[in-house]
């Protein structure tokens, strides 16, 4: 790891010597200002002081071996302990409620819909549910698969589902590393300013590494769309103000491992998610469902409005998706398919999703 001190008078200045010095992929690790030069402790200027890392081997974090403990065996039933009858009654009625609930049968003529659902990773309780509930009605002729399709969108039409009726004028952007949240900002911008006419700003708080704001700038250059970079909350507050008349600004965010507590926690006190925001938690469809979860009690105390969904395009299964809006009873504003800006980016509706779960609806 190379670690270096750098001094300018401002910010972007300094920034500029780091990405030189230390190319693109360079870590902020502390800044402050600093007083420097003068005559006899008189005169003395501001300097931006920034120490900045860059680490020359790829630390990128690789899938962990699985270490939770096993569960340990069951003992045969010859040695079972004797004399301890509450804990074998307990025993035997676990097993025969697994025991019921592996055996309880599957409407007849839903089985196909219900191990296509189980394949496209829909949670098999409420694959079953589903069935179950869809079955129940025995008078209608409808094609199964219509009927399961029109379930699961009453589930989720309550929800809200694709880009807001009333713009607000703040859509903040926040998510793990690499999910695709920059690039998304730039799409939903891109919509706002060619399609809608709006009046549209970006601001990036992503000062982490300084190839994102080179990103977001580049973007923002195409667009012909001003933008700020907030490297803190008075420069976030400043931009904010600065672009108060517009009519969308879209904040993109750092993405860091989202195992991080702090990580969350320094975004809590960075922006102000109060005041007419609208902050939309971004997730890869690759991401294993589990995942999913645990990223989003890790941003549970944002306040998230809606999900968006990106890398469509990567996978087939979007039972994950399903899971995710059925848990947490939030809805999809945006799923993205594709690398290409502006283009790659559908509103999500409930029937999409759930025709996309059950028929393997494609979006084009
Ligand atoms: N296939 C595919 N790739 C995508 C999609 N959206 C983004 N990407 C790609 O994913 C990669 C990461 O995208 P970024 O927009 O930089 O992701 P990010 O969340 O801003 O990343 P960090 O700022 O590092 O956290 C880029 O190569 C994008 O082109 C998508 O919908 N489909
Ligand atoms: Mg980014």
Redesign the pocket.
């Known amino acids: 790891m190379k670690v270096k001190k750098f001094q300018a008078p401002s910010m972007p200045e300094v920034m500029k010597k780091v990405k030189k010095e230390l190319g693109p992929n360079a870590v902020i690790l502390n800044e402050k200002v600093v007083k420097t030069g003068g005559f006899m402790g008189l005169f003395k200027k501001n300097q931006t002081e920034v120490i900045a890392a860059v680490d020359p081997i790829d630390r990128t974090p690789k899938p962990k071996k699985d270490t939770t403990p096993k569960a340990p065996p069951m003992p045969l039933a010859s040695e079972e302990p004797k004399g301890n009858s509450e804990i074998m009654k307990e025993l035997q009625s676990l097993k025969s409620l697994v025991k019921n609930q592996e055996t309880e049968p599957i409407p007849e003529g839903f089985e196909d819909v219900y191990h296509h659902l189980l394949a496209q990773d829909v949670e098999e309780a409420l694959a079953k549910e589903w069935v179950e509930e869809v079955a129940e009605n025995t008078l209608t002729d409808e094609p199964i698969d219509n009927r399961v399709v029109k379930h699961i969108y009453g589930r989720m039409k309550d929800l809200s589902f694709g880009k807001p009726d009333v713009y607000k004028p703040f859509v903040h952007l926040v998510?793990?590393?690499?999910?695709?949240?920059?690039?998304?900002v730039a799409k939903l911008a891109a919509d706002s300013a060619l399609n809608k006419n709006m009046k549209v700003a970006l601001i990036t708080t992503?000062t982490y590494?300084i190839a994102?704001i080179e990103?977001l700038k580049t973007y923002a250059g195409i667009l012909d769309i001003p933008i700020e970079v907030a490297y803190n909350m008075e420069d976030y507050a400043a931009a904010r103000e600065k672009f108060k008349e517009y009519d969308v600004v879209y904040v993109?965010t750092?993405?860091?491992n989202f195992r991080d507590p702090s990580y969350v926690k320094e975004l809590g006190e960075l922006l102000d998610f109060n005041s007419n925001t609208e902050t939309y938690l971004?997730l890869s469809l690759t991401s294993k469902y589990k995942d999913m979860q645990d990223i989003y009690h890790q941003f549970a105390h944002l306040p998230i409005e809606q999900f968006i969904f990106?890398?469509?395009?990567?996978t087939s299964t979007y039972g994950s998706a399903l899971n995710m809006v059925m848990q947490e009873r939030i809805g999809v504003a945006y799923f993205?398919?594709?690398?290409d800006v502006p283009d790659?980016i559908v509103e999500a509706t409930p029937m999409r999703l759930s025709r996309q779960v059950v028929e393997g609806f494609v979006y084009e």
Do not use: F, H, I, L
């Open positions: 998510g793990p590393t690499g999910v695709g949240k920059t690039t998304t992503d590494r994102a990103q993109d750092a993405g860091r971004v990106t890398k469509m395009d990567e993205t398919n594709g690398q790659d």
